[in-house]
């Protein structure tokens, strides 16, 4: 098993910035791609960031290329969303997932590991 466990989230002003970790444990071993999905009040989850293991591919959707920045420490096994930029439309929770193919997860399906998710509220 693996568990991931989300921090960083809060209300930030638009144009703001926040920063989010994921601290994953366990069985790390069988993770091959960890990344960021969210959902908003009334829509679909959907994927966000993503990043394999071994930080060699990563995954932006282009709603937020150029604004966010996933990055990965391997020491403390923790992936770090920076969120620069942020408009009202960023609001939603962020779920932090692990799965073993990075395919699987940029087609947002079902996921191996996820987090319990943290919000993030960007006022206008």
């Known amino acids: 098993q693996v568990q991931l466990v989300e921090s960083g989230g809060g209300l930030v002003q638009a144009g703001g910035s926040l920063r989010l970790s994921c601290a994953a444990s366990g069985r790390t071993y069988s993770i091959y791609a960890i990344g960021w999905f969210r959902q908003a009040p009334g829509k679909e989850r959907e994927i966000v960031v993503a990043?394999?293991?071994?930080?060699?591919?990563?995954y932006y959707a282009d709603s937020v290329k150029g604004r966010f920045t996933i990055s990965k420490d391997n020491v403390m096994n923790t992936v770090y969303l920076q969120m620069n930029s942020l408009t009202p439309e960023d609001t939603a929770v962020y779920y932090c997932a692990a799965d073993r193919s990075l395919a699987t997860m940029i087609k947002g399906a079902a996921m191996d590991y996820w987090g319990k998710g943290t919000l993030v509220t960007v006022s206008s």
């Open positions: 990043i394999t293991w071994s930080g060699g591919n990563t």
